[in-house]
C-alpha cells in the first residue's frame, strides 16, 4: 500500500546542488555574458550615419576615415574653443569651412564636408569629399550665400585647418583638465562611462595619435602658405609612405594646387578616358577618388567603399549651377565670343561647358608649351607615381594607373565661372586677366572672399577684408605662384580686348 | 556504462582527429602551399624575365608583407652613400615600371603566404632616359646600372637588427595597409615575423664585409660578385680582397664560344653560359634548389632566352658620315681585339693595365671548392675555371651604347672619357642617373640631378681605379669624335 506513496527518484525534493549550480552559472555566465552583450553593444558597433538623399550623403556622408582618424565629437566640438589662439577666427567658419543654416538662422551642428560614424563606443567625426569640394558664392556683399555641391573649396583653409590640429595637440590645454569642462559647458550629456572613462582616454588617445602623425606633416608647416581653396595635393601623398620629407628634392615642394571641381565625371570617363588631376597623373576616375579618398583619413582597410560609390555615383552626372541663374548674361555678345572660342580654345578645353570633344581634351600640354608654374608638376615625381602602384595590394582595386607626366592636362571647362581663380596654382584671379599676358596680370591679389565679380568673371579679389574676415593675399612672385603661361596668340591673349569681353561673355554660359 | 565510456572516447578521439586534420590542412594552406605565380607574369619572354620566379621565394623570399611595410617603418634605414634617401625602395635605384605592384627583378609567390624575392632582371635591366623631362626607357638583359645591391642587402639587415623589428611594430603597419584574416595574424605574429627576423640575422655574419669601414661602397650598377660567391657560397674567410664590378650586361649571350676560348664573367671565369646562368641563379637562390629538375628547366630557359635576346639600336640621331669615318678607325685602332677571335677571351692583366682588384677576389682554390659545393648540390655543369686568371678578358661591345660606365669596374663614365689618357678621365662622378649623354655617350653623371640621385665614385678609392686601357688615347679630338660616332651604332 505504501508503493502509491513511496516517492519516485524523480520527485525528491531538490539537491540543493542544484541551486547552488544555478547561482554560479548566473554568476559566472550569465552576468558576465550580460555585461559582455552590453559592453559589445556599447565598443563593438560600427555604424555611419546615413542620408538617403545623394546630395546629403556627398555632404555629410561617411567616407570611412572616421576608423583611423575620427575626432570623438565633442573633442572636434571643443577644440575651437580650447585652442582659439590658434585659429585666425572664431569656430571652424574661420577657416573657411561652409556651414549650412538651421530654420531658426543659426549655423547647423558641423559644417559640409564632416561626416559622422559611431565607432569603438565613440561618435566620431572627419572629413568628407564634401570638405574640398563645396564652396559658397554671393552676388554681392550683402547678398546671402548660396552653398554649391561640387565647386573648388575656395574659402577652406587646408593648411589651417591641419596646422590648427597639430598645434592645439602640442598645447598643454589639450587634456581632460581643459576639454572636459568645455564639452560639460557646451552642454554635453555624458554619461559616467563616458565622462569618467570613455573621453578622458580618447582625448589622451588622440591628442598621442595627433602627435604621432605630425612628425609626417612638419614639412606643411615650412611651406609659403596655400591660402584658401588650394593643397599641396601630392606632396600630402607623400606622407602615406613616411617618407623622410625633409630629404626629398627642395624643387619638389611649395606646389600647392586649387582644389578642382567635380562635375560631370561620367563625361570624363566616356566615351574615352581623360588625363586626370591637373598634371594628368592618372586616367581612373575610380583611383583618383580612392586617392583623393586618403585625404579623408581613409586607408585599405578601413575605406567605407560602399559609401565612397555613393558619392562617385552622384558625381558622375551631377552638374554646375549656371552663370545665368545668377548674373545676366548678355546672349549677344557670347554668341560673338563662340567663334573665338571654337577658333583658339576647343581643341582643348572642349565643344562647350558641357559637350567635352576635342581633339586634344583630357591629354597632357607639354610644360614647355603651357608654361605654367612647374612647382606643381614637378611635386609629382616618378619615384612616387610607382610607390601608389603598391597603395590597395591586395585588393582587386590596387592603383595600376598613376604615372609620371612633363606637362598639364587640359581640363574640361563645365562651370568654369565657380572654378576662380584661374590656372592650376589659382594664380589668375579671373578670366578676363587669363586673357592678359602674364605680365599684365595682377601681381597679387586676395584670395577666399565669396562675392562674385561678374564684369572679370571670378571671385572678387581686390579687397583685403570684408566684415571681420581677411582674405589671403596671393603673391605671384612666390615659389609656386607664378602666374605665368598659357598665354601668347594661341592662348587668346593677344586678341582685341573687344573680343575678350565677347570670349568671357561666352564662357559665362559654361 | 562502459560501452556508452567507450562510445564517448570514440567520439572524442574523432573530434580531435577532425580538428588536428583541419589544423593540418589550415597550416598547410597558409604556410606551405605553393600556387603558380599568375598568368600574366609568363604571357611574354621579357615578363617572364622581369617578374618570373626562379624559385628563390622558397629560401631568400621575404614575406610579402613585412617586405611591404618596411619601407614606412623603417624608412631611415634606406642609405646610400652613408645618407639616408627617402622613397622607399625606389630610392635604391631598382628598376620599377609604373604600374606595377614590385619593381623589375622582384617577384611574388605565394607558397603558403605571399613571399617576395628576386630574379636576374634586378641586377640585368637598364633604364635610361632620353631627357630629364621623360620617363624611363627599360632594357631587358641590359647592366642594372642604376640599382644599388649592397644598399638592399644592408637594408635587410639593418632592418632585422633593429629591436622595431617585431610582431607588434609590424602587425600594426600591416594592419594599416591591408585586412589580414585572424589565422594570418596569428601566424605573422609568432611564426612569421620571428622567423624572418631570424632568417635575416643569421645573414649577418656572412654578410661582414658588406659593413667594412675600410671598403668604399660598391655605389650604383655594381657587386662584389666573387666575393658574394667566396664568402656566401664557399664561406671563406674574410680576407682584404675587394672588387666590385659592373653589373654585366647579358644579351645575346650566344656570342661566348668555349671552342674559341670566349668565356662568361670579367676575368673568364666561368668555362660557359651554362654554368655561369646557373652560378648566377644559385647566388640568387642564397641556398641549394630545393627541386634540381625545375631548377635545371629555370636555367635552360634563362640560357635560351639570353642568348638570344639582342641588345636594342642606339635610340638617338647618328651622324652616318661621321660614323663612316668612325669606322675606319675603329678597325685599325680597335677591331683586332674587340672583333676578332681574340674577343671574349683573357688577356694579360699588364696588357690592358686596368685595377686588379676584380681579379684578385678569385683564384683557383675558390674556383674548386666552388665546383665542389655545386657538384654536391647533383648540378651538372663544366664550372668555374680552376685555374689563376691572368687577366680581364676582352669584352664583346654588343650594345656598347647603353653599358655605361665603362672598364668592368664603371670607372669611366663615358665612351668618350675612354678615349682619353687616365689623367684627363674624371676623378670623381656619379653613377646611376639614367638620363642619357648623346654627346659623351654614356650616362649623365655630373650635374645637381645626377649629384642627387646617384652614388658618388671616387677613382682614387680601393678598386675603383680607372687606369689603363690606354688605347686610342692619342687621336685626335675629331677622331675620338668619330670613333664615338660610330661605336654608337654596335
Not at chain 2, 619572354?45 to 623603417?74: C, H
Not at chain 2, 611594430?169 to 594599416?176: H, Y
Request: a neutral charge.
Amino acid at each position: 500500500m505504501n508503493e502509491e506513496f513511496e516517492l519516485s527518484p524523480s520527485e525528491q525534493p531538490p539537491s540543493p546542488w542544484k541551486r547552488r549550480f544555478l547561482i554560479l552559472l548566473v554568476l559566472t555566465v550569465l552576468i558576465p555574458g550580460f555585461i559582455g552583450l552590453l559592453l559589445l553593444k556599447r565598443f563593438g558597433q560600427d555604424i555611419p550615419v546615413d542620408y538617403p538623399s545623394p546630395t546629403e550623403h556627398f555632404k555629410y556622408g561617411s567616407t570611412g576615415g572616421e576608423h583611423e582618424m575620427g575626432f570623438p565629437y565633442w573633442i572636434w566640438k571643443a577644440l575651437p574653443e580650447v585652442c582659439p589662439q590658434y585659429l585666425p577666427g572664431k569656430g571652424y567658419q574661420s577657416l573657411g569651412m561652409v556651414y549650412e543654416k538651421k530654420p531658426d538662422g543659426s549655423d547647423r551642428d558641423l559644417p559640409v564636408g564632416t561626416s559622422q560614424r559611431r565607432y569603438q563606443g565613440v561618435d566620431r567625426v572627419f572629413v568628407n569629399c564634401a570638405v574640398c569640394h563645396v564652396s559658397t558664392v554671393r552676388t554681392a556683399a550683402d547678398q546671402p550665400a548660396t552653398i554649391v555641391l561640387g565647386m573648388p573649396a575656395a574659402t577652406f583653409n587646408m593648411k589651417g585647418f591641419e596646422e590648427f590640429f597639430f598645434r592645439c595637440a602640442a598645447d598643454p590645454r589639450f587634456s581632460e583638465e581643459y576639454i572636459l569642462p568645455e564639452i560639460q559647458r557646451q552642454g554635453a550629456k555624458l554619461d559616467l562611462l563616458d565622462r569618467y572613462l570613455v573621453y578622458p582616454i580618447a582625448i589622451a588617445i588622440m591628442r598621442d595619435r595627433v602627435l604621432a602623425l605630425a612628425g609626417r606633416f612638419d614639412w606643411v608647416f615650412k611651406q609659403h602658405e596655400w591660402g584658401p581653396g588650394r593643397v599641396d595635393t601630392f606632396n600630402s601623398a607623400k606622407v602615406i609612405f613616411n617618407w623622410p620629407m625633409h630629404l626629398l628634392d627642395p624643387k619638389e615642394f611649395d606646389a600647392p594646387a586649387d582644389f578642382p571641381s567635380i562635375w560631370r565625371q561620367r563625361q570624363r570617363m566616356e566615351p574615352k578616358e581623360m588625363q586626370l588631376h591637373w598634371d594628368g597623373n592618372n586616367t581612373t576616375v575610380e583611383e583618383r577618388n580612392k586617392s583623393a579618398a586618403f585625404g579623408t583619413g581613409t586607408t585599405p582597410p578601413t575605406i567605407d567603399i560602399e559609401r565612397i560609390k555613393r558619392v562617385e555615383a552622384w558625381i558622375r552626372d551631377a552638374e554646375p549651377p549656371h552663370f545665368s541663374d545668377f548674373f545676366p548674361v548678355d546672349r549677344s555678345l557670347a554668341a560673338q565670343g563662340a567663334p573665338i572660342y571654337l577658333q583658339y580654345c576647343a581643341a582643348c578645353h572642349g565643344a562647350s561647358g558641357s559637350e567635352f570633344s576635342g581633339e586634344y581634351v583630357g591629354t597632357v600640354e607639354p610644360l614647355a608649351k603651357i608654361g605654367t608654374d612647374r612647382r606643381r608638376l614637378d611635386s609629382y615625381t616618378y619615384t612616387l607615381a610607382v610607390n601608389q602602384a603598391t597603395l590597395y595590394a591586395g585588393y582587386p582595386w590596387r592603383f595600376t594607373h598613376f604615372q609620371k607626366t612633363h606637362g598639364y592636362a587640359n581640363m574640361p571647362l563645365d562651370g568654369l565661372w565657380l572654378r576662380a581663380p584661374y590656372l592650376h596654382n589659382g594664380s589668375v584671379p579671373s578670366l578676363r586677366d587669363l586673357l592678359e599676358p602674364a605680365d599684365k596680370r595682377p601681381k597679387a591679389f586676395y584670395r577666399g572672399n565669396d562675392v562674385y565679380d561678374p564684369v572679370k568673371v571670378g571671385f572678387v579679389s581686390n579687397i583685403s577684408e570684408a566684415g571681420n574676415k581677411k582674405f589671403f593675399r596671393l603673391d605671384t612672385s612666390l615659389p609656386g605662384n607664378g602666374n605665368g603661361g598659357h598665354e601668347g596668340k594661341a592662348y587668346g591673349t593677344e586678341l582685341s580686348p573687344a573680343e575678350k569681353t565677347a570670349l568671357v561673355e561666352f564662357l559665362k554660359t559654361f | 556504462m562502459t560501452s556508452s565510456c567507450k562510445t564517448w572516447l570514440k567520439y572524442a578521439a574523432l573530434g580531435l582527429a577532425t580538428v588536428a586534420v583541419i589544423g593540418a590542412m589550415i597550416g598547410y594552406d597558409r604556410g606551405f602551399r605553393e600556387y603558380p605565380q599568375p598568368d600574366w607574369v609568363t604571357a611574354t619572354p621579357d615578363m617572364r624575365f622581369k617578374y618570373g620566379s626562379i624559385s628563390a621565394e622558397q629560401d631568400s623570399g621575404i614575406p610579402y608583407w613585412i617586405f611591404y611595410v618596411l619601407p614606412r617603418v623603417f624608412p631611415e634605414k634606406f642609405r646610400e652613400d652613408g645618407k639616408v634617401v627617402p622613397g622607399g625602395y625606389a630610392a635604391l635605384g631598382v628598376p620599377w615600371e609604373m604600374g606595377r605592384e614590385l619593381p623589375v627583378g622582384f617577384t611574388q609567390k605565394t607558397i603558403g603566404f605571399p613571399r617576395v624575392a628576386n630574379n636576374c632582371a634586378v641586377c640585368h635591366t637598364t633604364t635610361y632616359r632620353v631627357s630629364p623631362d621623360s620617363n624611363p626607357v627599360f632594357v631587358v638583359g641590359g647592366s642594372g646600372h642604376t640599382t644599388n645591391v649592397q644598399a638592399f642587402f644592408r637594408l635587410l639587415i639593418d632592418c632585422a637588427k633593429d629591436p622595431r623589428f617585431n610582431a607588434d611594430i609590424l602587425m600594426a603597419e600591416i594592419k594599416r595597409v591591408t585586412h589580414i584574416d585572424w589565422i594570418d595574424q596569428l601566424l605573422y605574429r609568432f611564426l612569421i615575423i620571428p622567423m624572418t627576423k631570424q632568417r635575416l640575422l643569421e645573414r649577418e655574419a656572412q654578410f661582414a664585409w658588406l659593413y667594412r669601414e675600410d671598403f668604399p661602397d660598391w655605389g650604383r650598377g655594381r657587386d662584389d660578385g666573387m666575393n658574394l660567391t667566396r664568402y656566401f657560397m664557399i664561406k671563406a674567410p674574410m680576407d682584404d680582397y675587394f672588387g666590385p664590378a659592373d653589373m654585366p650586361a647579358i644579351w645575346n649571350l650566344k656570342k661566348y664560344d668555349p671552342a674559341k676560348g670566349s668565356r662568361p664573367n670579367y676575368a673568364s671565369d666561368t668555362h660557359d653560359v651554362h654554368s655561369v646562368v646557373i652560378d648566377s641563379a644559385l647566388g640568387v637562390l642564397g641556398a641549394p634548389p630545393k627541386n634540381n629538375s625545375r631548377f635545371m628547366e629555370q636555367v635552360e630557359w634563362l640560357k635560351a632566352y639570353l642568348s638570344e635576346l639582342q641588345p636594342p639600336n642606339y635610340p638617338f640621331p647618328i651622324d652616318k658620315a661621321r660614323a663612316a669615318r668612325g669606322k675606319v678607325l675603329f678597325a685599325s685602332h680597335c677591331a683586332a681585339c674587340h672583333a676578332s677571335d681574340k674577343t671574349g677571351t683573357a688577356l694579360p692583366l699588364a696588357e690592358v693595365g686596368t685595377d686588379r682588384g676584380r681579379l684578385d677576389t678569385w683564384n683557383k682554390d675558390a674556383a674548386i671548392k666552388a665546383n665542389k659545393i655545386v657538384k654536391e648540390m647533383g648540378l651538372e655543369r663544366k664550372g668555374l675555371v680552376e685555374e689563376d686568371l691572368p687577366g680581364y678578358h676582352i669584352p664583346f661591345l654588343d650594345g656598347l651604347w647603353l653599358r655605361a660606365p665603362y672598364l668592368h669596374n664603371g670607372s669611366v663614365p663615358t665612351l668618350r672619357d675612354l678615349l682619353e689618357p687616365v689623367a684627363q678621365r674624371p676623378k670623381v662622378f656619379w653613377r646611376g642617373y639614367d638620363v642619357y649623354d648623346q654627346t659623351k655617350v654614356g650616362f649623365v653623371s655630373d650635374t645637381p640631378e645626377a649629384r642627387r640621385a646617384g652614388t658618388r665614385f671616387d677613382t682614387a678609392s680601393k678598386a675603383g681605379g680607372n687606369q689603363g686601357h690606354e688605347f686610342g688615347t692619342g687621336l685626335s679630338a675629331s677622331e675620338k669624335d668619330a670613333l664615338v660616332e660610330y661605336l654608337k651604332t654596335l
